[in-house]
């Protein structure tokens, strides 16, 4: 994840660092943890394996989503919508989309 923060002092520990300094400081965590580290304090390798792992995410991005009172929306990264979804038809939207991935797949041999 990245975030704007002073570049000098991307943690927010230091009250007295100059502002001027602020720009796009990535953070990353392992799967389970709530403690978020600057990539700037990771060994180069692991920033390199994260930097990897990001492309691949940009070129084919997971869609997220919104829980609204009575539906689900589920957009892109680029805010796309990708469908709209009553709550109480979600499940049978999920079985018909298995199903329709095992025709894909058994269609092309996968």
Not at 36 to 45: E, H, N, T
Request: proline share 6%; glycine share 4%; hydrophobic share 35%.
């Amino acid at each position: 994840m990245w975030k704007h923060a002073n570049i000098a002092d991307p943690y927010g520990i230091y009250p007295d660092c100059p502002e001027e300094c602020i720009g796009r400081v990535y953070f990353a965590r392992p799967s389970g943890s709530d403690v978020w580290v600057c990539f700037a304090d990771l060994p180069q390798a692991t920033v390199k394996a994260l930097r990897e792992k990001q492309k691949l995410r940009q070129a084919f991005p997971e869609p997220t989503v919104y829980r609204r009172a009575k539906e689900l929306l589920i957009v892109g990264e680029d805010q796309e919508q990708f469908v709209r979804v009553r709550i109480e038809q979600a499940s049978k939207l999920i079985e018909k989309m298995r199903a329709a991935l095992k025709e894909h797949e058994a269609d092309n041999g996968s």
